[in-house]
């Protein structure tokens, strides 16, 4: 089954606690990228990769930390986390065809809460 | 620069009614614009998407959407409403210079029996 997974699913950690959420996919896809929802501000662009060793930030990529070794995984990284990054986070992926942009394969989300 | 604006936060209707959820966009070259659907507990599933051509598309549990260039618009309709459409749903544009995605802030649907 086509499929982006995360883990882990739920965390509640400690204020600078380094944490590491992974996402991993079994399509193929060039493209990878991280979002975090809040209520009232809809889904925002943290970062994300064009490729294996391709990654540029989105809107919203202080504190965090990504890497691209490999096509099928994109781990986030959260170094020092503080209460302000309790949030919903989704992993998705897709195609990236010679030009344009294609719609995006979700995650299931990790909800995350920093004491 | 790039945004989306969804400005109906909360909407609700009765089972059987018709829909329309609103979502402007602002951006400078031809956009690539999505519908998402989020069901409570649930990651995003793809409703719908325009790339080029017809301006009215199809999608999937019997939404549609027009783009209309001239309001920078792209509109998602639904002729008759079921209990099990209640979700959120959120509109987004993907920008192919850069490959980033702009999300509106969305809008969550109540569905009335």
């Known amino acids: 089954e086509a499929q982006v997974t995360q883990n882990p699913r739920y965390l509640i950690t400690v204020t600078g606690k380094k944490l590491t959420v992974t996402c991993s996919q079994n399509m193929n896809h060039e493209y990878m990228s991280w979002y975090r929802q809040d209520p009232g501000l809809g889904l925002r662009q943290i970062y994300y990769?064009?490729?294996?060793?391709?990654?540029d930030k989105g809107d919203v990529p202080e504190g965090y930390k990504v890497s691209r070794k490999e096509k099928r995984n994109f781990p986030l990284i959260l170094e020092s986390p503080s209460p302000n990054q309790t949030s919903l986070y989704f992993c998705?992926?897709?195609?990236?065809?010679?030009?344009?942009?294609?719609?995006?394969?979700f995650g299931p989300g990790t909800r995350l809460t920093v004491t | 620069a790039q945004s989306v604006t969804q400005p109906d936060i909360h909407i609700t209707v009765s089972e059987g009614a018709s829909l329309e959820l609103r979502c402007n966009y602002s951006?400078?070259?031809?956009?690539?614009l999505f519908w998402y659907v989020q069901s409570p507990g649930q990651g995003l599933q793809l409703l719908l998407k325009?790339?080029?051509?017809?301006?009215l598309v199809q999608g999937i549990k019997g939404f549609e959407a027009e783009f209309k260039r001239s309001q920078s618009s792209f509109n998602l309709r639904k002729p008759s409403v079921h209990w099990s459409d209640a979700a959120e749903y959120f509109c987004a544009v993907g920008t192919s210079g850069t490959y980033k995605y702009i999300f509106g802030t969305g809008t969550r649907l109540k569905v009335l029996a």
């Open positions: 990769s064009m490729n294996v060793e391709v990654t």
């Open positions: 951006y400078g070259a031809t956009p690539y």
């Open positions: 325009y790339f080029s051509g017809d301006t």
């Open positions: 998705a992926s897709s195609i990236v065809p010679g030009s344009g942009i294609y719609e995006q394969y």
